[in-house]
């Protein structure tokens, strides 16, 4: 399986993006689909996840809960992460990641693929 991530940028504080992950060869099939971030200096961070069923099979870290939401078309074989209400401490490069299916959401060395990165900055 190989990711794409997309739709990052720069962006004003308040402002919104909307990231995109699909697949360039592959499909999620059945797994969890996750998203995770690396502020430069910082260590990776946990951002979201998603079920295969979606809507109420998300999990969001508590930093990002209530601004961004995660969704998921599997007929498109595309997960997208809608980001509102940006803060500057949200400027980090996002990756999104399939999980393996069985272990933490939470830990990076539960996700066997990962799409290359995505820019997002915000601007104070």
């Known amino acids: 399986v190989q990711l794409q991530a997309s739709g990052g940028g720069l962006v004003q504080a308040g402002g919104s993006l909307r990231l995109s992950c699909t697949t360039s060869?592959?499909?999620?099939?059945?797994?969890?689909v996750g998203w995770f971030r690396r502020a430069q200096g910082k260590e990776q961070e946990f951002v979201a996840v998603?079920?295969?069923?979606?809507?109420?099979?998300?999990y969001y870290a508590d930093s990002v809960k209530g601004r961004f939401a995660l969704s998921r078309d599997n007929a498109k074989n595309t997960v997208t992460l809608e980001m509102n209400n940006l803060k500057p401490e949200d400027t980090a490069v996002y990756y999104c990641?399939?999980?393996?299916?069985?272990?933490?959401?939470?830990?990076?060395?539960?996700?066997?693929?990962w799409g290359q990165g995505t820019q997002v900055t915000v601007s104070s």
């Open positions: 990641a399939v999980h393996r299916g069985t272990g933490s959401y939470y830990s990076p060395s539960r996700y066997n693929y």
């Open positions: 060869v592959g499909t999620f099939g059945y797994s969890p």
């Open positions: 998603i079920n295969r069923s979606g809507g109420s099979s998300t």
